[in-house]
């Protein structure tokens, strides 16, 4: 699974968990960072995701 699928999947799942869209966007960008630094085709696992999670900065821009 490629980084956009696994972010779609993030956002997704952080939104059926009724979380806040920022982070649910967090959670997903976690997810899809995770994706990124696992070799091959291995499993991302929560921990993996957990890890980067505390990384995620979210800032918006151009609110007006």
Known sequence: VGAGDSF?????????????????LAYGMATAAAAVATYGTAVVTQEDVRKLLAEVKCTTIGAG
């Open 8 to 24: 779609l999947a993030g956002l997704v799942l952080g939104l059926a968990r009724g979380q806040h869209d920022r982070d649910a």
